[in-house]
């Protein structure tokens, strides 16, 4: 639906514009109009001088203008454990955290998701995703508290609502303390999407049915959670292949590795995608490609826990839709996903298969924006600038110190410092102007998630 010609306007004008359209049009110098939470148009030059009803018009002289960041993996919970565990692989790392996880509460989750999104959106995430799946004995409405926390940051949001089911009774990893039954996780996440989930063009709030990993859920509930999704027409996500010890757990327990264990109970699709993806062979690759199943790419985490180097330029040959992540600070410490653009060239590069050919600094962009969206289901609303899609888009200030002397924009943005946020829109709402958060106060946030950080510390060391 276009946007109305009577809603107010504004023009950004002046900066270096990528589209990551499918051509990958670019303009040296052009413009973006905004009406109502839509673009209208974008092109070279300036804008038009016969405009109605324009309300702002932007000099974004020294910038570059992009979609905005589309984050496709998250746990925001993690924020207030960051920094713990600092030296183990996955399964180690896990070990040691889950005790502590397994005792936020509402106001833990809260104010650990006010850290998370203010870092993304402050960095030019106007798309957060938070795959939850640890939802302890009366510790409140978590899944709320996190949409509420979404709600007030201003950024367009996806709640995977997570779930587990297999403690170490059952030759899982979580405690037996840290679960969920079978049947109250189906219905809780059942309830999360009655009451949350928004499937219209310009919705802020979508959820997904979210099982947490094949080390921590049972079969049953990840054939039962894929035939939830689908008959409430909502996407699926679930970590997968992450490390070698996750290929050796699922041979051991199912008699097949992870992309096949998913296949069996119906966790392969176009609605379907997985964090991580670290460990995938030509037949593992092929599966994805041929089902379109999307894969999230966690450069930084994979780093962090020494899980290995993702294929993703054969993924992206193979025409797997692929999308950035953060994934949890607990294991990305920095919780920024402009950072991620950097990383996934740089680490894919060490790939002695492909080298300098992994991928290119606008395949990088790619990745973080239209690749997001795609993963998210939402690509033909947001994740390149185009006319009638959702005004969802950064102005990134490239002509300090930083960047100026780098010529390409692109370049700059991808491989060059971190480049600050001079206005960010979500459907054409400023909620980042000059670096600052608009409409939440980034230092009250601080000092409530060091707060909330404390006081899990004080309540695991009792436990």
């Not at 994740?383 to 490239?398: H, I, R």
């Not at 924009?409 to 909620?431: D, I, M, Q, R, W």
């Amino acid at each position: 639906m276009a946007a109305s010609a009577a809603a107010p306007r504004t023009v950004i004008e002046n900066c270096a514009v990528a589209t990551v359209d499918a051509g990958d049009t670019e303009y040296a110098s052009g413009h973006i109009v905004v009406t109502g939470n839509r673009i209208e148009s974008v092109g070279p030059g300036k804008a038009p001088g016969n405009l109605e009803n324009v309300v702002r018009r932007v000099d974004a002289s020294g910038h570059l203008a992009t979609p905005g960041l589309v984050n496709t993996h998250h746990h925001f919970y993690q924020w207030i454990t960051r920094g713990l565990a600092t030296d183990h692989n996955l399964f180690d790392w896990l070990v040691a955290l889950y005790p502590t996880w397994a005792r936020i509460d509402e106001q833990m989750a809260y104010s650990a998701a006010q850290g998370s999104l203010a870092m993304m959106a402050r960095g030019g995430v106007t798309t957060a995703m938070d795959h939850h799946y640890v939802f302890p004995k009366g510790s409140g409405d978590l899944s709320g508290a996190i949409i509420r926390a979404a709600s007030e940051t201003g950024v367009r949001f996806t709640l995977a609502r997570g779930s587990m089911d297999r403690s170490e009774k059952d030759g899982g990893l979580p405690p037996d303390f840290a679960v969920e039954t079978l049947e109250g996780a189906l219905a809780a996440t059942e309830e999360t999407i009655d009451k949350h989930h928004d499937a219209s063009f310009d919705a802020m709030t979508q959820i997904a049915v979210a099982p947490c990993s094949p080390f921590s859920v049972s079969t049953e509930l990840l054939r039962q959670g894929a035939e939830l999704a689908r008959r409430k027409g909502v996407r699926l996500h679930t970590h997968g292949s992450e490390t070698v010890e996750e290929e050796k757990f699922c041979h051991e327990l199912f008699g097949m590795g992870p992309t096949r264990y998913f296949e069996s109970t119906g966790w392969l699709g176009e609605d379907v995608w997985m964090a991580h993806c670290v460990h995938m062979n030509d037949s593992d690759i092929e599966a994805f490609a041929r089902t379109k199943t999307g894969v999230a790419h966690c450069p930084s985490s994979n780093a962090r826990l020494a899980a290995g180097i993702a294929r993703v330029p054969d993924m992206l040959r193979a025409g797997v839709p692929v999308g950035l992540g953060v994934d949890g600070t607990a294991s990305n410490e920095s919780g920024e996903l402009h950072t991620e653009l950097r990383n996934a060239l740089l680490v894919n590069r060490l790939n002695p298969a492909h080298r300098e050919a992994a991928l290119t600094a606008r395949q990088a962009l790619r990745l973080g924006t239209y690749g997001g969206a795609q993963v998210l289901g939402r690509a033909a609303q947001i994740g390149s600038l185009e006319p009638g899609k959702l005004a969802d888009l950064v102005l990134w200030k490239l002509d300090t110190l930083a960047h100026a002397s780098i010529a390409d924009p692109v370049a700059a943005l991808v491989l060059g410092a971190a480049a600050p946020v001079t206005l960010s829109l979500v459907g054409g709402e400023p909620v980042v102007e000059d670096g600052r958060l608009l409409k939440v106060d980034e230092d009250a946030i601080a000092r409530s998630t060091r707060s909330e950080a404390q006081r899990l510390a004080r309540i695991a060391a009792r436990a």
